[in-house]
Each structure stands twice: as structure tokens, then as C-alpha cells.
């Protein structure tokens, strides 16, 4: 807002893929792990550090975040008069 652009929130996140086709026990099993990791105390240290939280979304609501997240900055990205090469 202190830049002229209100309505905007603008975070920082990071998101773990897997190829298309990988089977959905394997993307969950994944997904399970990462979030036992974020159990342990010094892994959540060290993401405090860098001034990050742990977390983590299943797969259909981590999809429909990155979707809102693609259609926010590209309405940005548009207005701004980027060009894609």
C-alpha cells in the first residue's frame, strides 16, 4: 500500500513438484515426509532464521494457490507491460 498499490499482499513461498504421471500414493508420501520434517525443531529453526514458516497444503489446495497466485501476478505482469521473450 505504501507504494501505491493497494489490495496487494505480496508474500514469499516455495513449493516442492513432482512430475506428471507420478503416481498419488507417491506425491503423498512425499508430502507426508516434508511435513515430518517441519516436525522436527531444528529444521523449523533454521526456516525461522531465514524468516520463513513451515507448512504445508495437500496437492489439490497447494494446485488451487499456485492457480490464484499465477492469475494475481500475471494481472501484475500485464498492467506492468512485460514482455514476455
Do not use: C, N
Not at 75 to 84: S, T
Amino acid at each position: 500500500m505504501e507504494q501505491g498499490l493497494a489490495g496487494f499482499e505480496v508474500t514469499s513461498w516455495y513449493g516442492l513438484w513432482v512430475p506428471a504421471g507420478t503416481p498419488p500414493a507417491v506425491a503423498q508420501r512425499l508430502h507426508a515426509l516434508v511435513l515430518k520434517a517441519f516436525e522436527d525443531a531444528e529444521m523449523r529453526e533454521l526456516w525461522f532464521k531465514l524468516g520463513a514458516e513451515t507448512g504445508g497444503m495437500p496437492g489439490a489446495e497447494f494446485d488451487a494457490f499456485v492457480r490464484k497466485e499465477v492469475q494475481k501476478w500475471g494481472r501484475v505482469v500485464k498492467a506492468a507491460g512485460v514482455v514476455i521473450e
